[in-house]
């Protein structure tokens, strides 16, 4: 389990962050209702997805077909405002942002609720700073409590996630890898 979850880049950042906890009796019908009816975040981030994976298609069109190009470029336009209008920004998506440390396969975080190993959690999650939103469940790795203060270092695995939402934070998280190295390299010269 623990190598499973090492298959992708870390980093520590700051997010939006809801966590919910799914009571024993619900989960199966909450992981079920998380696959069939897909989150409105989720759709919109396989919309873009699908979006990217033809952008290539798109510039040779653009190329070949300069007038064909540009209509496509104008009615994926109106498509991203009519997905801005059908989804509305929630007020309550998050309730604290926190430093966390995050991959595209979970997140390590303090919290001043404990947890129990094994408990299904759903995470509503806020990327800072283009506030793209993601919704997932995931499972408590652990929840310990080393210094006997008041916080829990909770380490969650996502094992119920959209693959648009994973490409997402995939993408985000080599975002901020970027930008980290670029900082570094000007604060070196």
Avoid: C
Wanted: net charge negative; glycine share 4%; hydrophobic share 35%.
């Amino acid at each position: 389990m623990q190598q499973e979850r090492r298959r992708f880049f870390r980093i520590e950042d700051n997010v939006g962050l809801k966590l919910t906890t799914i009571e024993p009796g619900q989960q199966e019908s909450r992981i079920q209702q998380f696959w069939n009816e897909q989150h409105q975040f989720s759709l919109r981030n396989e919309f873009n997805y699908r979006l990217e994976q033809h952008q290539s298609d798109l510039l040779v069109i653009k190329n070949k077909m300069p007038e064909l190009g540009r209509y496509l470029s104008l009615l994926q336009q109106q498509l991203d405002l009519l997905t801005d209008k059908v989804i509305n920004d929630q007020d309550d998506f998050i309730d604290f942002e926190a430093s966390v440390n995050l991959s595209a396969q979970g997140i390590s975080l303090h919290s001043e609720q404990p947890y129990s190993a094994g408990q299904l959690v759903e995470l509503h999650i806020q990327l800072l700073p283009n506030q793209q939103k993601i919704v997932t469940l995931g499972t408590v790795i652990e929840s310990i409590n080393p210094s006997g203060n008041k916080l829990f270092n909770l380490s969650l695995d996502f094992t119920h996630i959209h693959e648009a939402d994973q490409e997402l934070l995939v993408k985000h998280i080599h975002a901020r890898q970027l930008l980290a190295l670029s900082e570094s390299r000007a604060s070196d010269s």
